[in-house]
T-cell receptor, first 115, second 113 residues
């Protein structure tokens, strides 16, 4: 399996709390991504980064924010969690350089429940 | 815009049977890559197989093979001698110059004993 990690794996939290989902990879990949996925459903890209200090919003509007201060680290933050944020969040990474050929690796996901 | 469509939300076969998952896509580019990813229940998503658009030969990885029809923009996945461990969500995906994978809706495959 790929060296990409997400913590926590499961989180149950009350409405209004601030949360940060951690994602880190040890492969030196430039490109990192956050997806939101309801169980058994399709993936929606919510944020991506092509390198340090580079972040972009994805195809699905999200109230979350991200930062990329270090290559290996790409945390996602929700300032005020709501029940509508309940979902699974998947982090992924891919090498830089050649855009087409490199495999994208996924983390194990964080399953978030907001009460 | 790129789109990827998986028209089979769910499929179910008996162990040892062969199953084919369908995927169609749309892109204006001539050079792109196609992927099949597997997401087992409560486990990490992993790459199953990938195909380079400029290669005519269909990719094969052990029991997994693809039928790539470029003119028809079709990219189906065939699983031979299916095993219980093949039970998973399968996602078809496309990447071209935008450097972002575009995923299909997924197909839930169940292998029955």
């Amino acid at each position: 399996e790929a060296d990409i990690y997400q913590t926590p794996r499961y989180l149950v939290i009350g409405t209004g709390k601030k949360i940060t989902l951690e994602c880190s990879q040890t492969m030196g990949h430039d490109k990192m991504y956050w997806y939101q996925q309801d169980p058994g459903m399709e993936l929606h890209l919510i944020h991506y980064s092509y390198g340090v200090n580079s972040t972009e919003k994805g195809d699905l509007s999200s109230e979350s924010t991200v930062s990329r201060i270090r290559t290996e680290h790409f945390p996602l933050t929700l300032e005020s969690a709501r029940p509508s944020h309940t979902s699974q969040y998947l982090c992924a990474s891919r090498p830089g350089g050649v855009p087409y050929t490199d495999t994208q690796y996924f983390g194990p996901g964080t399953r978030l429940t907001v009460l | 815009a790129q789109t990827v469509t998986q028209s089979q939300p769910e499929m179910s076969v008996q162990e040892a049977e062969t199953v084919t998952l369908s995927c169609t896509y749309d892109t204006s580019e001539s050079n792109y890559y196609l992927f099949w990813y597997k997401q087992p229940p409560s486990r990490q998503m992993i790459l199953v197989i990938r195909q380079e658009a400029y290669k005519q030969q269909n990719a094969t990885e052990n029991r997994f093979s693809v039928n790539f029809q470029k003119a028809a923009k079709s990219f189906s996945l065939k699983i031979s001698d299916s095993q219980l461990g093949d039970t998973a969500m399968y996602f078809c995906a496309l990447i071209q110059g935008a450097q972002k994978l575009v995923f299909g809706q997924g197909t839930r495959l169940t292998i029955n004993p």
